[in-house]
């Protein structure tokens, strides 16, 4: 069963650890450039959680790039949670061989028909579903970034 999914499962774990790099690589960008046009600095915290976005979980990535750009980043809800959830799923594939356990079970917001112990399984519309979400995420931040750092010297960090 956990062979079937393989092509799946593959895509799952590349297109998050394609976002981790993205976001590492932002949150280097957005620190660089707040200081290069002259930004007043962040708040510790907030500078902080930007350095180490990378790590944080999804919907809190999204709002750390809020905070530290203060713009409004126009973003659903649905497509969120449909990010964070291939986020979990993600995750117990990495660290837990793709079986559910009482972690993801607390945390998924998905209706499927999982209990603690059965391997969790993507259908290709679901994984189409994830893989349009992440696209509007990512089409969302961008441009209001770019837009706001446009005046920025080139950054090679």
């Not at 499962?9 to 790099?21: E, G, L, P, R, T």
């Not at 089409?139 to 090679?156: C, K, M």
């Amino acid at each position: 069963m956990v062979f079937e999914g393989f092509v799946f499962q593959n895509a799952i774990v590349s297109m998050q650890s394609h976002w981790d790099w993205y976001l590492r690589r932002l949150g280097a960008f957005i620190l660089f450039t707040r200081q290069a046009v002259g930004d007043p600095p962040l708040p510790s915290k907030t500078n902080k959680e930007l350095k180490r976005i990378g790590f944080a979980n999804f919907a809190d990535q999204i709002e750390i790039l809020r905070e530290s750009n203060g713009l409004p980043l126009l973003i659903s809800i649905a497509s969120v949670e449909c990010v964070r959830e291939m986020s979990l799923v993600r995750n117990i594939g990495l660290h837990n061989r793709w079986e559910v356990d009482e972690g993801y079970l607390k945390q998924t917001r998905s209706s499927g028909p999982w209990t603690a112990g059965d391997i969790r399984t993507v259908e290709s519309p679901e994984l189409l579903g994830w893989h349009k979400d992440l696209m509007e995420v990512i089409n969302a931040i961008w441009p209001t970034i770019a837009e706001r750092y446009v005046n920025a010297p080139d950054f090679t960090g």
